[in-house]
C-alpha cells in the first residue's frame, strides 16, 4: 500500500460551529493502482484531496493519519508537506484556467517548476524534459504552446499540459480532482485514456476523484463511494457495479443508469 | 438589522456608531442642551474664555456645580482680561427655565438640560459677539450634518438611476452618459461649487441658501456614484435570473427597479456613507468663505470663519473647537463607512 | 402521421464581433420543432446551441434569416410579444435563475403578474388571487407548499431547479427552451428532475428543445436530435435512427466518447469554408472544402457531410 488513509477526520468552521467535511474515513491504494472516488456534491471528495496534501485552511479541525511510503504524513511540518507536494504526490484541478498564471508564459511556468522543485540547472536538461512530457501528455504543436499564455489555449489543451507538468516532477502519486469535470464530452475521453497511458507507462498510482459514474466506469480498478463526509464501500469496479452493497451505492448507480442507461 | 449588528461587533464600527449617534441626538435637540439662543449677542463676554465650573466653595458653604461671575478690565494693549467675580455664585440647575423654543418644532417649551439662571455659562467660549460657542456648534450641527446627509441621499438617488440605466443599456445610450459623467468628474469640485453658486444672487435668504447647498452638492458628487453603479449594472444584467426576467416579458424598467439595482444596494450603502464627510466638508468650505450659511445662522464652516486670523487664535483658542466637531465627524464617517465595506464585501456572502 | 412543425429556421446566421473578429456563432442553421415533441440540440461547448436559444428568445438579432413561429416571423420587432407568450426557458444554473433577493413565492408570482394566466382572470393579476395557481404550479413539479417563504439559498440544486421549471410552465406556453437544465445537478438529482420532465412533457402535450453534450442523457428524452457543430447543423433526424445509425463522422466521435472510447482526436483549427469539422476529420476529402449540401440518407434522417451521395 502506497498511501493509506486511517481515521480521517475533517471539519471545517461555518460561521459559528463546525461542520463535519469527512467523518473518520479509512481507505488505502496500492502502487500502480487507479483509484476512483465517487462522490456528490458535499461528499467530502475535495476535502480528501486536499487533506493529503496538507492543504486544509488554518481554521479547521482534523485528525487522524496519512500514511504515505510507511511515514504518516498528516499535519506534519509545512516545510516537509512542501516537499510532498508535487515532486513525490502531484495535483490535478478541475479548472485548468486556474491552474496556470495568467500573465506569464506557459515556458516560463513550465521552466519554473523544474527549477524550483527539482533544482536542475541546466536548461537544455529542462527543454528535454519538458519536451518528453509534453509528448506523453499527446500534446501536438508543443514549440507553440510553450510560447502561449494560458488564456490562447483551449481548456483541453490546459489540462493536458497540466498533466504533463505534474508528471515532469516525477510523483509516485497523482491525485486528480474531477479533472474533466469543466472539459467537452471529446476532450474528457481522451484524458481519461492520456491517464491509462500514463499509469501504464510510468507505474503511477492514480486517484481520480469524480461524480461521473461512466468515468470510473472505464478507468479505475477500485472504487471508492463517499456520501456525505463517510465511505460507504470500498471495492473492485467489477464488483461495486454488478453487486452493490450499500444502499446509498445501489441507489446512486439506480439513478445513473435511469439517467443515462 | 444584521447590518447594526455586525457594525456594533466591530471596535471601529462601535466607536464610530455611538458617536454619530450622539452627534446628530444632541443637534436633533439642540435647543434642549443649549442654555441660550444662536444669536444671543452679548457684547460684554465677546471672546469670553470657556467658564470654569467649580464644585466646592466652603465658605459660601456651596456644593454642587456652580460658576462665578465674570468682569473684565481692559490691559495695557486694550484687550480684555476676564476674572472671576467671586462675590457673584450661581449654582448650574438642570432641566431648568431657558429661552423659549418648539420642541421637535412641535410643542412649545422653555425647558433646557441645564441653566445657571442670571449668570452666563461658556462651556467652550464665546466668539466676537459674545456669543456661546457651544450653543452655536449644537445650531450650526444641524445645518453641517444635515446637509451631508441630504445632499449624499440625493447624490446616490441621482447615480442610481443614472448609472443603472446606461449599464443596463449600453450602447449609445451608455456612451453618452459615461461621457457627460466624465465631464461632470473632471472639474474640480471645489472650484465647480464656487462657479455654481456664484451663478445665483449673492444675498439669498438662509432656508434658500440651505437648499442651494444641497443642491450643488448633489450635482458634484452624482457622476462618480453613476459610473460604479454602472459597472455595476453591466455585469449584473448579464446573470440568468435577469434573462429570464426578460423571457417573461418583464419590462426594462421593472427589471432595473427590481433585479438590477437592489443588487447595487451594497455597495451604494458604502458609497453614501463615504461620501458625507465630503459634503461636510464641502459646505464648511463655502460657508468659511462666505458664500455658504450666512450670519447670524450658525454652520460649523461659517463658525471657523472667525477663526482665520492668526491673532484670534492665538488669543481665543477655543473658537477652533467647531472645527474639532468637523474633524471628528468626518473620521467617524470613515471608520463606519470601511466597517460597512468589510461587512458587505461580496466574498462574506452576508447580503 | 407528421406532427406539425411549431417553429422552424431559416439560414439563421448570428454574427458577434470580439476583438475585432467576427464569430460566426450561427452559420446558416436550419432547424425545426414538431409540436408537442421533445427535439434535442446536442453539440459541446462552442457550437452555438445556447446562442440558438437566445437567438429564439429575441435576445440577439439574427444577421441573416428567419425563425417562423406559428406563421409569423419572430425576428421581426412587432413580433416580440408572440415569443414572451409562448416561449419560455429553463437555465442551466440553478443558483443564478433566481434573484437571490426574493423569495419563491415572489418570483413565480412574477411571472404570472406579466400576462394573464390562461385560464385566470383577463387582468394582472393580484398577488392574493395568485395563490392558488402558484400552489397547483408548485404541487406539478412535486414542491411542498411550504416552499413559498423561502428564500433561493435556502434551497438545494435540485429544489431551485424544480421552481425554475415550475415558472417556465405557469403560463402554459406552447413552447420550453431547456438549456442543460441537468449539467449541474448531482446524479441523484439530475435523475429525478429528467423524470419530472419526461412526465410534464407527456402529461401538457407541450414542444420542448432540450439542448445538452451528454447524447447518452438525450437518448432518454428527445423525439428527435440535431447535432451542431461550430454554429451549422451536422445531421439530424428520430432519436432512434441517430442513435443506431450515426452517420456524420463528427455525430461517430461524439457516441464513442460518450462511451469513453475516443482515444485521439485534432484540435481545432481556424476554417476558411466548407465543413468546419474539416480540420479534425479522420474521413476528410478534398469536396470537404465545398459548403456541405443536405443529403436524405434514409426516411427522415439527414446529414451534411460530402462522405453522402444523396
Known amino acids: ?261 | 438589522m444584521r447590518i447594526l449588528k455586525e457594525i456594533i461587533n466591530k471596535k471601529s464600527g462601535r466607536i464610530a456608531f455611538f458617536v454619530l449617534i450622539l452627534l446628530y441626538f444632541s443637534v436633533i435637540f439642540a435647543p434642549f442642551f443649549a442654555p441660550y439662543p444662536y444669536d444671543d449677542d452679548d457684547v460684554l463676554h465677546s471672546y469670553a474664555p470657556p467658564t470654569k465650573i467649580h464644585f466646592l466653595n466652603l465658605k459660601e458653604k456651596q456644593f454642587g456645580p456652580f460658576i462665578y461671575g465674570q468682569t473684565y478690565e481692559v490691559n495695557e494693549y486694550y484687550q480684555r482680561v476676564y476674572q472671576k467675580d467671586e462675590s457673584k455664585i450661581y449654582p448650574i440647575k438642570f432641566f431648568t427655565k431657558g429661552f423659549k423654543y418648539k420642541f421637535l418644532g412641535l410643542w412649545e417649551t422653555d425647558r433646557h438640560l441645564f441653566g445657571v439662571g442670571k449668570g452666563k455659562i461658556y462651556l467652550l467660549g464665546a466668539d466676537l459677539k459674545g456669543r456661546d460657542i457651544f450653543t452655536r456648534i449644537l445650531y450650526g450641527g444641524r445645518i453641517s450634518l444635515s446637509i451631508g446627509l441630504i445632499g449624499a441621499a440625493i447624490s446616490l438617488f441621482i447615480g442610481l438611476i443614472v448609472g443603472g440605466l446606461s449599464g443596463y443599456f449600453g450602447g449609445r445610450v451608455d456612451n453618452f452618459t459615461m461621457r457627460i459623467c466624465e465631464m461632470v468628474m473632471m472639474i474640480p469640485s471645489f472650484y465647480l461649487m464656487l462657479a455654481l453658486r456664484a451663478s445665483f444672487p449673492p444675498n439669498l435668504s438662509s432656508t434658500q441658501v440651505y437648499l442651494l447647498i444641497i443642491v450643488i452638492l448633489s450635482f458634484i458628487g452624482w457622476a462618480a456614484t453613476a459610473r460604479i453603479i454602472r459597472g455595476m449594472a453591466i455585469s449584473l444584467r448579464e446573470n440568468e435570473y435577469v434573462y429570464a426576467a426578460k423571457a417573461m416579458g418583464l419590462s426594462h424598467f421593472k427589471i432595473i427597479i427590481r433585479h438590477i439595482l437592489p443588487h447595487t444596494l451594497s455597495y451604494a450603502l458604502v458609497a453614501i456613507v463615504l461620501r458625507i464627510p465630503a459634503y461636510i466638508l464641502g459646505e464648511a468650505g463655502l460657508s468659511l468663505i462666505g458664500l455658504g450659511i450666512q450670519e447670524p445662522e450658525a454652520s460649523w464652516g461659517n463658525l471657523l470663519s472667525s477663526a482665520m486670523g492668526i491673532v484670534n487664535i492665538r488669543l481665543f483658542p477655543w473658537i477652533l473647537i467647531p472645527g474639532l466637531f468637523i474633524v471628528v465627524t468626518v473620521v467617524c464617517f470613515n471608520m463606519l463607512g470601511d466597517t460597512l465595506r468589510d461587512i458587505l464585501d461580496p466574498k462574506r456572502r452576508i447580503l | 402521421m407528421e406532427n406539425y412543425k411549431i417553429l422552424n429556421t431559416e439560414n439563421l446566421k448570428v454574427h458577434f464581433l470580439q476583438k475585432g473578429k467576427t464569430i460566426k456563432a450561427l452559420d446558416g442553421v436550419d432547424v425545426f420543432l414538431k409540436k408537442g415533441l421533445v427535439t434535442s440540440l446536442a453539440g459541446e461547448s462552442g457550437c452555438g446551441k445556447t446562442t440558438l436559444a437566445k437567438t429564439i428568445l429575441g435576445f440577439y438579432q439574427p444577421k441573416e434569416g428567419k425563425i417562423i413561429f406559428n406563421d409569423k416571423d419572430i425576428t421581426l420587432k412587432k413580433n416580440q410579444k408572440i415569443i414572451r407568450e409562448n416561449i419560455q426557458i429553463v437555465f442551466q444554473n440553478p443558483f443564478a435563475s433566481l434573484d437571490p433577493r426574493y423569495s419563491i413565492f415572489y418570483s413565480l408570482y412574477e411571472a404570472l403578474s406579466v400576462f394573464p394566466a390562461k385560464g385566470g382572470p383577463s387582468k394582472k393579476i393580484k398577488k392574493s388571487e395568485s395563490i392558488p395557481f402558484i400552489k397547483k404550479a408548485l404541487a406539478e413539479v412535486e414542491l411542498e407548499e411550504d416552499i413559498f417563504e423561502r428564500v433561493p439559498h435556502q434551497l438545494s440544486g435540485g429544489q431551485i431547479q424544480r421552481v425554475c421549471i415550475a415558472r417556465s410552465l405557469i403560463n402554459r406556453p406552447s413552447l420550453v427552451i431547456l438549456d442543460e437544465p441537468t449539467s449541474s445537478l448531482d446524479v441523484t438529482t439530475a435523475s429525478k428532475i429528467m423524470k419530472l420532465l419526461i412526465k410534464l412533457q407527456k402529461e401538457l402535450e407541450i414542444t420542448f428543445l432540450f439542448i445538452s453534450h451528454n447524447l447518452k442523457l438525450l437518448k432518454k428524452i428527445s423525439h428527435y436530435c440535431f447535432i451542431m457543430y461550430r454554429g451549422k447543423i451536422m445531421e439530424y433526424g428520430p432519436r432512434d435512427l441517430i442513435y443506431s445509425n450515426p452517420l456524420h463522422p463528427y455525430t461517430k466521435l461524439l457516441k464513442e466518447a460518450s462511451e469513453q472510447k475516443l482515444k485521439y482526436l485534432e484540435e481545432q483549427k481556424g476554417y476558411l469554408s466548407g465543413c468546419p469539422f474539416l480540420s479534425r476529420c479522420p474521413l476528410k476529402k478534398s469536396d470537404c472544402e465545398k459548403e456541405s449540401v443536405r443529403k436524405e440518407v434514409e426516411p427522415g434522417h439527414f446529414v451534411y457531410c460530402h462522405l453522402y451521395k444523396g
Open chain 1, 1 to 261: 500500500m502506497i498511501l493509506e488513509v486511517k481515521d480521517l477526520r475533517v471539519s471545517y468552521k461555518s460561521r459559528t460551529k463546525y461542520v463535519d467535511a469527512l467523518k473518520k474515513v479509512s481507505w488505502a491504494v496500492k502502487q500502480g493502482e487507479i483509484l476512483g472516488i465517487v462522490g456528490e456534491s458535499g461528499s467530502g471528495k475535495s476535502t480528501l484531496a486536499l487533506s493529503i496534501l496538507n492543504l486544509l485552511p488554518s481554521d479547521s479541525k482534523s485528525s487522524g493519519e496519512i500514511i504515505f511510503k510507511d511515514k504518516n504524513i498528516f499535519k506534519g511540518q509545512e516545510k516537509e508537506s512542501e516537499i510532498l507536494r508535487g515532486s513525490k504526490i502531484g495535483l490535478i484541478f478541475q479548472d485548468p484556467a486556474s491552474t496556470f498564471n495568467p500573465v506569464l508564459t506557459i515556458n516560463y511556468q513550465f521552466q519554473e517548476i523544474l527549477q524550483s522543485k527539482l533544482n536542475i540547472k541546466s536548461k537544455p536538461e529542462r527543454k528535454k524534459i519538458i519536451f518528453d512530457c509534453l509528448n506523453k501528455s499527446r500534446v501536438r504543436e508543443s514549440q507553440r504552446i510553450l510560447k502561449s499564455y494560458p488564456h490562447q489555449l483551449s481548456g483541453g489543451q490546459l489540462q493536458r499540459v497540466a498533466i504533463a507538468m505534474a508528471i515532469a516532477l516525477r510523483p509516485s502519486v497523482l491525485i486528480a480532482d474531477e479533472p474533466t469535470s469543466s472539459l467537452d464530452v471529446t476532450i474528457e475521453s481522451q484524458v481519461v485514456h492520456l491517464f491509462k497511458e500514463l499509469r501504464d507507462e510510468l507505474k503511477l498510482t492514480i486517484i481520480f476523484i469524480t461524480h461521473n459514474l461512466d468515468l470510473v466506469k472505464s478507468l479505475c480498478d477500485r472504487v471508492a463511494v463517499l456520501y456525505q463526509g463517510e465511505l460507504r464501500e470500498i471495492r473492485k469496479k467489477k464488483e461495486l457495479f454488478a453487486n452493490p452493497k450499500d444502499d446509498y451505492t445501489r441507489s446512486l448507480l439506480d439513478s445513473f443508469s435511469q439517467l443515462e442507461g
